[in-house]
């Protein structure tokens, strides 16, 4: 069976999705707060190299563990509630480029998978 990463569409479809994704989560007033400080452009870059990476496709990603890299956001409040609205801005991301519900539950469930680093549970 392919990877997610290529039933996706591969590089082209995930850079698409991340960029969209980001265009969400910066208009959620609830997450964009995280990212006062933050390039977002760079962000999205380590988002493209890390999702093509959990989504079993080639990657370089070379950037902190998850729980190092959300240590300071769960410090300043990062919770349960924002966790889930990520998620859920990933998954309306999926479903309003076309993606099948298959593949939208199989990659949320990959998200799933880091929520305790994430919160640093």
């Not at 990933?90 to 939208?104: K, N, Q, W």
């Amino acid at each position: 069976m392919s990877s997610l990463f290529e039933r996706l569409g591969g590089e082209a479809a995930i850079t698409k999705t991340v960029i969209e994704f980001y265009d969400r989560v910066m208009a959620d007033e609830t997450l964009s707060p995280f990212f006062d400080d933050v390039d977002i452009d760079r962000q999205a870059n380590k988002m493209i190299a890390f999702v093509t990476m959990a989504f079993g496709g080639p990657h370089e990603y070379s950037g902190r563990d998850l729980r190092t890299a959300h240590a300071r956001l769960v410090d300043n409040g990062l919770g349960e509630a924002h966790f889930i609205a990520v998620a859920s801005h990933l998954r309306s991301t999926l479903a309003d480029l076309g993606v099948a519900e298959p593949l939208i539950e199989e990659a949320i469930g990959i998200v799933a998978t880091t929520h305790d680093d994430v919160l640093g549970l």
